[in-house]
């Protein structure tokens, strides 16, 4: 299978669309294991991943991805900007990615997609690691409600982003 292709087909057949925090101590095994697949698809099947170094994990009840610094994900050199500062667009890639597998982790069988995506910027970031870390804030069947902060290393805040996400039933 090339890298990027059939997601749906990675993931098998699942048919619970249960939200996460509905999950009782019986079904901590399914999550763990629902958990490792996302895991598993996000780096070896993502090419965003594999683009710019991002690793996704689970920690509590936040999903986070990490980004290592990296120059080329930078805004460009101009009077009144910060060199070495991350561009803003990577604070919503990494946000809009943390949120999609926050919602994914408490839906084995619904497809998120992102619906709405808004970014306050507080900071920048300057030559340093980011990441983001996502909780699921309101869950419907047919849709979630994301809280995303972006922090550097130090778990500064960076950026503060909403992402809503209409949750698609698996086809077949």
């Given at each position: ?50 683009l710019t170094g ?119």
């Amino acid at each position: 299978m090339s890298r990027g292709r059939n997601f749906l087909g990675f993931l098998g057949n699942f048919s619970s669309r249960t939200p996460l925090r509905l999950f009782c101590s019986s079904s901590l095994t399914q999550l763990q294991s629902w958990e490792a697949k996302l895991i598993d698809l996000f780096h070896s099947h993502a090419p965003i991943a594999d683009l710019t170094g991002m690793r996704l994990r689970f920690d509590g009840e936040e999903t986070v991805v990490e980004l290592p610094y990296n120059n080329k994900l930078d805004s460009s050199p101009r009077p009144g900007r910060l060199l070495g500062s991350t561009h803003g667009g990577v604070y919503c890639l990494l946000a809009d990615t943390a949120g999609w597998f926050a919602s994914a982790r408490g839906r084995e069988g619904g497809w998120p997609l992102t619906t709405t995506l808004s970014c306050h910027f507080v900071k920048s970031s300057k030559e340093k690691d980011i990441a983001a870390r996502a909780r699921v804030v309101q869950s419907s069947p047919r849709q979630d409600i994301c809280e995303v902060r972006i922090v550097d290393k130090e778990g500064l805040d960076l950026a503060y982003v909403t992402a809503v996400f209409a949750v698609a039933a698996r086809k077949g």
